[in-house]
């Protein structure tokens, strides 16, 4: 494990919380451990936020799930409120996957 994987690693096992990722058919679905930050009050309007759901993950839970890419239209659960993906962007460490960031719209 090189230095950007570990991290990554204490990172989100420090701050992160539990999230449930499904492929867009509601199948496949896998737990894994998630950082997403709080909104800042800039991005609050009318106690709503008004930016897209970030989360940062490990590709460690994926892969051992055999859930393969995270993609457009996928559902991550969090706390009761589900987000559809929008964008998922790798995270490298050299030349190997060591993580997710995942971008989502909605919460409802």
Known sequence: MG??????RRQIRK????????????????????????PATAALESGVSVMPFVAETLNDELAAAGYGQPANADILTDGGR???LTDATAVYDGS????????????T
Request: aromatic residues 8%; glycine residues 12%; hydrophobic residues 40%.
């Open 3 to 8: 230095y950007q994987a570990a991290c990554r």
């Open 82 to 84: 589900e987000y559809t």
């Open 15 to 38: 701050k992160g919380r539990l999230m449930r990722l499904s492929q867009a058919n509601g199948t496949n679905a896998v737990t894994l451990m998630a950082y997403a930050a709080p």
């Open 96 to 107: 190997e996957v060591c993580g997710w960031k995942l971008i989502a719209a909605g919460g």
